[in-house]
């Protein structure tokens, strides 16, 4: 489902914001300071943008989740694109931090296919409404399209409770990071397409 109205913008932002409140990942790239509830708002909005673009945006059913995922190698970087860059540097993760971020996401694309994929960037669901499937439907909905497409899907996540599920849907751990600079785990996850 593409995201139409700004009321449903915001509620995107919102359950993903919330779903993300207390994620290791999430909270390291962006600048801890009085604003940090805003700044994680200003990344899921990001994330948004950069996703739905390439119609990377599954809200399920009932609304409580949200997935937003991305098409790395077939992405064309746009002027408008640098422009949200420079806004998610200055407002998000702040300019003091801009080299340790880069470090990070330059040694996970590293580990990225060269060919074309399905990049799952956020999966969340409205804490108040977790535990009741909607994570499992929308990973659902994505391995299907993964399948029809004959994509593989590739995630990181620094949340050791969510390997279990995305095991579940196929997901393999394919690498592992501990590294000091960043201070916890992170497991680098694909799934092959059944064809």
């Not at 995107?12 to 604003?35: G, P, R, T, Y």
């Not at 064309?76 to 931090?97: C, M, N």
């Not at 409404?129 to 004959?150: A, C, F, I, P, R």
Request: hydrophobic share 40%.
């Amino acid at each position: 489902m593409a995201i139409i109205s700004i009321t449903d913008k915001q509620k995107v932002i919102s359950i993903l914001a919330q779903s993300f409140d207390d994620n290791k990942s999430a909270n390291w790239a962006i600048k801890s300071d009085k604003k940090r509830v805003n700044r994680m708002h200003r990344l899921m909005a990001y994330a948004l943008k950069i996703c739905k673009v390439q119609n990377g945006v599954f809200v399920s059913q009932d609304g409580a989740g949200v997935m937003l995922y991305d098409y790395p190698n077939s992405s064309k970087y746009s002027f408008p694109r640098l422009i949200a860059d420079i806004q998610f540097i200055f407002t998000v993760i702040g300019p003091e931090r801009l080299f340790k971020v880069l470090k990070r996401e330059s040694y996970i694309k590293k580990f990225h296919p060269k060919e074309n994929y399905i990049y799952l960037w956020f999966l969340g669901v409205d804490p108040k409404k977790q535990g009741n499937g909607t994570g499992s439907k929308l990973l659902k909905e994505l391995t299907v399209h993964s399948d029809k497409n004959k994509l593989q899907i590739v995630l990181e996540t620094s949340n050791s409770k969510n390997l279990a599920l995305y095991n579940k849907f196929g997901f393999k751990i394919y690498h592992e990071w501990n590294a000091d600079f960043i201070g916890f785990p992170i497991w680098f996850m694909k799934r092959e397409p059944n064809c």
